[in-house]
């Protein structure tokens, strides 16, 4: 449960974040990293990832090399 609202407040500062290349690469390495953890990452997860990565205006490319 913490986990998830952690990634819910992430989803409410995205807009400032996005201005910010930098600090949205290390923001999506930082959730993935949460996310695997449990040495797992789950479809759910890597689906809110993912929503967040789009709110950070991050290309689909760019956003599957975060999970390679």
């Known amino acids: ?3 998830w609202l952690e990634f819910r407040r992430v989803l409410f500062r995205s807009e400032k974040i996005a ?3 930098g ?3 290390s923001l999506m390495s930082d959730m993935i990293s949460l996310a695997r ?6 479809i759910t997860e890597k689906l809110y ?3 967040i990565a789009k709110l950070l205006k ?4 760019e956003i599957e090399e975060f999970f390679e």
């Open 1 to 3: 449960i913490t986990v």
């Open 19 to 21: 201005k910010s290349p």
């Open 23 to 25: 600090d949205s690469i």
């Open 37 to 42: 953890v449990d040495g797992q990452l789950h």
């Open 49 to 51: 990832i993912k929503q």
């Open 58 to 61: 991050l290309s689909d490319a």
